[in-house]
């Protein structure tokens, strides 16, 4: 059996805008998913957790702006460390100027307001090296029996 796909998601600024990747959360795990929810970390502890707990992605949620130093800083960290198999995607109220600076930057994708956990499921499931829907849906089958 194939080992689940693990995400970390972080909301590293003090916004209390954290109900929708709470919800992301819930629905990641619900489609087999490992979670992993962080809050208020900076971009340094976000690196670490992200080692720590061995991920396959990064979604950093960002509500009142301040994204852009807490992603320039991650991408430095996941450079640094060699993380360059670890998908990061960001989401919440991000500018169009600023999604366009930090997809040249290598955020691999970001998810406004308007975008469904279903969108999220699916990019995960596409771009994750080495996944597809089986590493997943594997360990599904099994929580079902």
Avoid at 40 to 52: G, M, T, Y
Wanted: glycine share 10%.
């Amino acid at each position: 059996m194939e080992r689940r796909i693990r995400v970390l998601l972080a909301k590293p600024t003090q916004d209390c805008h954290d109900r929708g990747v709470r919800y992301l959360m819930r629905m990641l795990r619900d489609n087999g998913f490992e979670v992993i929810f962080t809050n208020f970390l900076v971009a340094e502890e976000i690196l670490s957790s992200a080692l720590q707990e061995d991920v396959d992605v990064i979604g950093i949620s960002s509500s009142s702006g301040g994204h852009m130093p807490v992603f320039e800083d991650l991408l430095a960290g996941m450079r640094k460390q060699g993380l360059d198999d670890v998908l990061l995607v960001g989401g919440g109220i991000i500018p169009p100027r600023d999604i366009r600076a930090l997809k040249e930057w290598g955020v691999a994708e970001v998810f406004r307001p308007g975008s469904s956990a279903e969108d999220l499921i699916e990019f995960i499931l596409k771009n994750v090296r080495g996944a597809g829907v089986d590493a997943v849906t594997a360990d599904k089958s099994e929580m079902s029996s």
